[in-house]
Every structure is written in C-alpha cells, then in structure tokens.
C-alpha cells in the first residue's frame, strides 16, 4: 500500500513548494558533499554552520548545481529546498513525498545495521545516482546501493540501470511501497508496506521479494513478517541473496492460504537454496529411479513384445503354410471344378444348339403352315369375294351407309375398298374416326377379327355361314336380305 503525498509529508513535518524543490544533499563550498540525515553532515558539521547563517553559505543541489539552502520542517526534519528559479529538469526537485520518506527510511535501517548511509550519490561518470548508499564499516569498497522506486519503469531501463552499478561492482537492491511491482524479479527487489504512522521506520514490512524454501512441501514460500529493517540488516550481513528460482519451483505459495504467485526470482537465504538445490537433487534421483524403472519396464515389455512377435510369427507361419495346403487343395478341387464345368458347358451347348435346331425346325415348320393358313385364308377370302359383284357391294354399302345415319347420325364410310387381313378379309367402315362395323368378313378368318366388332352381311344365307363357324356372337352379325343373285354356295 503507499501513503498518500499530503499524508507523508505531514507526518515527516515537510512543506512542498510546486514540484517538490527539497532534496536532503546539498554541496558545500568547501567541504563538497554534505547530507541533511546525519548528525554531523557527514563532514563534522554542525546543522548551525549551514542552517540561516550570515552571510549565507553558498550550498548548491548536486544534480542541477543550483542554489539550496537548509530548512527544517515543524518537525524538525531537516533538508535542503531549492531557491527561486531552479531548473525544471532537476531530478532531486522533482521526486515525490513517497520517495523521499522511503530514502529515509532506506537510510535509517541502513544505519541501524551498523552501515553508513549515504542520499543521493551519483557515480563519478554520472552512469548512476544512488537513493541511498550503503558502505561498510569495514571497507570502504564494499559498497550497496538501495533505491526507492515508485514511478512506472520497464524492465529493460531498470535492467539497464542495475548493469550500470554491476559495471562499478556494486550491488543493488530497489524497493517499492507500490501495491503492484511488475520488474519485482527481473532485478533484486521487494516489495514494502509502510508503517503507520509512515515515520515509525522500524514498523515497515517487507511484504513481497523475501521467500523460504519448505523441503517438506517441495516449494518456496512468500515471508511477509520480516521489517524492512531486518531485511536491510540481513542483505548487508550476506544473510540474504537475490536467488533465481529453479524452473520448477516458480510457483510461490503465500502465506496463509492456498493461493500462489509466480516468481522467477527473489531474496533468500543460502540455506533455502541449499534447500532448494537438495530437493531438486532429490527429485532428481527420484526422476532416475523412476526413469530406470520405467527403463526396466520398457525392456521388460520389450522382451514381453520380442516374445510375442516370435509367437505371433511362428502362428503366422503356421497360419501361412496352413493356407497354402488348403491353396492347393483349392486350387486342385477349383481345377476338377473347371473340367466338371467345361463338360456340362459342353453338354449343354450341345443340348442348346439341338434345342435351337428343333426350334428353328419347328419354327419354320410354324412359318409353313401359316403361309399355308394364309394361303387357304386367301383362297377362301378370293372365293367369298368372288360372288359378290361391284354393284352388289355398293348396295350392301348404301345400306350400311344408311343404317349408320339412322343409329348415329353419321354415314359409315370406306377407308379402302378391298378386304382387309386384319379384319378377317372384310372390308371396315368408320364413322368418324370410330370402327363402325366390317363389311362381310370371311368365315375362314373370323378369328382375325378384332373382338366384339360388329359385322354386315347381305342376308341370312351369309349371317348363317359366319354364325356356324362359332367364332361369333350373332347378335354383332346384321344382314339386310338381299337376294344372292344366282350366286353359288360357298362350300
């Protein structure tokens, strides 16, 4: 969680002008670097030398080299405020209430760890300025840098900012007191709460960045009970590392609950990356233990498959020499099959062609006698005809003519006037499209006759010749007694 501006800078008794315009660094004219948290400026200076002197002593801010002057604020924190008219691209002037209060707080648990803590110190190439500067009690070069960082950054600049202190062999660490931390592994970090109030240092939490392994549950575990004072002291007493998690192990329980967190990185101590090292030298023995007896499977299933290939094979054999006995029986009873086929085949062209011989013979036979039966047809039909004349067959025809005007008010007409073979040899008449009736059939081919037709003859000598034949009902068969005129009997 962070502190609103406002808040911060009330508790800590400082008043901000537009901007910011304070910063706890300011460079004397004499004895160069001066810092407003520290008791004697660290150059053996009291407060009073620099704060509302006559004449005033020339102080300038180190990052924009203009003109400063010490105040204090109603609670007597003291710190250094730009004069009228500083540059807008000044970087102390312009950090926020949360940034300072951070550095100090940075700077105080520094120092209760038995460091000196130095604000604001840039590199001497200008590559870095530190927020905080941590030096040993015991060396000089065994320096860290702390860094409070609240503002959005990416982790490529701030990757680019820790290769800066790298390439002057100095450790850094950047802390956050913002709810969400997205660079939080990609560089040594954590992640705060502050305190409440914000001044009370030795009350802020470390509450992301800090995990411990637990062997038992094969993972690492988020700490969120440790002050940030206690983690400043740890780091500084090489009692933590920033550590990049095992690609196994990047899913964090929290504390608390069953919820996790992924991390790729994060402070700890040796012996939970002993820890980690051990449980993954664990898992891995029990991977190989559990590769060999998966290998010892696979080979014994192997051996298990090898042993029934050769079953298999062998049965395929059998199965193989099995078909090709019954092959070649097949093949011999499909040979005595084909011949036994070829005789009857043979046989029984024979008796087809014989069949077809004796039905050519009987059809023509057939063909003969009807030529036969046609020629006596036409004989007879010549004979039927030959005792009627022109003028008798006109007459029948005038009395059909009028018989069918009387019955159907249309006069029956010829379509031809000699007989026809599919009317028995008679001659039809239609009235309209319709049969009307046939004109003397011949008694010889009635059965020629199509069914039910009605039939017209001279007179009951002629309707007696074709009732006899049976092949007629006499009720279709009308004659209108006309006299034979000497004509002879047809026999």
Known sequence: MSVPAHTVASLVGITYGPGGQMSFTALHPELGRIDATLADLGQGLE?????????????????????VHAKLSPRRTRYFAHDPGRSPDCQLSVESADHHLLKLVLAEAIRRAGWSADLEVPAPD???????????????????????????ITDDDIQMRTDRYAADDIDVCWVSSRDRVPWLCTVPAIAVNPASPPA??????????????????????????????????????????????????????????????????????????????????????QEAAKRAREARAREAEERRKQAEARRKQAERERQREEEERRRAEAEERHRLFMIEMERQRAVREAERREQQRKQQEQARQEELARLERDRQEQAAAQQWWSGVSAAQLTELLDHVARLSMTER?????????EGDRDFAYGIPVYTGRHLYGVIRPCP?????????????VRNAREKALITATGLVNADLVTHFDLPDHEQTTLL
């Open 126 to 152: 200008g590559a870095w300025r530190a927020d905080v500067m941590a030096t040993s009690p015991t060396s000089d070069e065994d320096r860290m840098a702390w860094e409070a960082q609240l503002s959005p």
């Open 200 to 285: 009370a240092a030795e009350r802020w939490m470390v509450h992301d960045g800090l995990v411990r392994f637990d062997y038992a549950r094969g993972g690492w575990v988020q700490v969120d009970d440790v002050t940030l004072a206690t983690f400043v002291r740890w780091v500084l007493g090489d009692g933590l590392v920033f550590h990049a998690i095992g690609r196994r192990y990047r899913r964090i329980h929290l504390p608390g609950s069953n919820a996790t967190t992924r991390r790729s990185a994060s402070w700890t101590t040796q012996r939970s990356i002993d820890a980690e090292a051990e449980h993954e030298a664990m898992r891995q023995q």
């Open 409 to 417: 008010t249309s006069r029956a007409l010829l379509r031809s006037d």
């Open 47 to 67: 407060w009073e030398n620099v704060y509302r002197t006559r004449p005033r002593i020339w102080l300038t801010c180190p990052e924009c080299g203009h003109g």
């Open 444 to 456: 010889h081919s009635l059965g020629r006759l199509p069914t039910s037709s009605r039939i017209f």
